[in-house]
């Protein structure tokens, strides 16, 4: 009993030291000042919070992977969200179930995907991104808008959207997408000396070395949409708006990957 309450104020108190405003009924604020004076961050311990900023206001949720969570409502864990009438509302999905602090399973190889909603009180362009993280960069942290089927990179660069008042629950997406599919054991770590990128139909090619013999293009997900061998322009008809990974291989067998935005 007496570790369970040490993770819960841990895990609370950290959420206490990014954003230094909020206090649930967990624990006592003296209790939560103290952890977060004797307490320190792991570079991967599996937190990320985001945060939804525009017109004057923002505001943050705390996502945490950890041993503790689950699919389901953690009693002691998982937040509701209990600040309707803000003039910015943002939180996650727990079926209907609004969050502003969720635990969730601990990450393993596998993708996972989380539902976010807001609500404004007026129209305007907002900025969605990553307050704080801790997650492996095994992982991809991927912001989806179905709206305008397009993919950013949130470790790369913030996403600024049109709002327009009144509650949207269907619109956005955080995936963490593990990068299993291209990782090989000869690799090379740096790309510097290929310069790509997307014009219209075309990805355009430009590199000095001669020893590249194949071009294979995937989603950020790890599925295949061509495999070809190298150009300097190469078809890309259909690929819409996104992050994609670039995986060259070269004569003697060795790959580069190399991730590009279009």
Do not use: W
């Not at 649930?24 to 991967?44: F, G, L, M």
């Not at 509302?89 to 393993?108: D, K, N, V």
């Not at 949409?225 to 300097?232: G, K």
């Amino acid at each position: 009993m007496k570790t369970k309450i040490l993770v819960i104020a841990l895990f609370f108190g950290t959420y206490m030291t990014m954003f230094g405003q909020i206090c649930y009924d967990y624990a006592s604020k003296k209790y939560i000042q103290e952890v977060r004076k004797n307490s320190e961050n792991s570079p991967t311990d599996g937190r990320i919070s985001l945060r939804l900023a525009g017109n004057g206001s923002f505001v943050t949720i705390l996502l945490g992977f950890i041993p503790e969570g689950t699919i389901h409502f953690d009693d002691g864990y998982d937040g509701p969200f209990i600040n309707d009438g803000a003039a910015v509302e943002f939180y996650s999905f727990l079926g209907a179930m609004r969050l502003s602090i969720q635990a969730l399973p601990e990450l393993t190889n596998a993708n996972v995907q989380v539902p976010l909603g807001y609500e404004l009180t007026s129209d305007g362009l907002y900025t969605i991104s990553i307050d704080a993280e801790f997650l492996s960069t095994d992982f991809d942290i991927i912001l989806e808008d179905t709206y305008q089927s397009t993919f950013t990179d949130l470790r790369q660069t913030s996403y600024t959207f049109s709002g327009i008042t009144g509650e949207t629950h269907d619109r956005f997406f955080l995936n963490l997408d593990y990068r299993s599919a291209l990782h090989t054991v000869d690799s090379e770590n740096t790309s510097k000396d290929i310069l790509a990128y997307f014009h219209d139909d075309q990805l355009k090619l430009y590199t000095q070395r001669n020893d590249i013999a194949k071009v294979s293009l995937y989603s950020i997900t790890g599925t295949q949409i061509l495999s070809t061998n190298f150009s300097n322009e190469i078809l890309t008809k259909n690929v819409a708006r996104g992050i994609y990974i670039i995986q060259y291989t070269t004569i003697s067998g060795v790959q580069i990957v190399q991730k590009i935005a279009k």
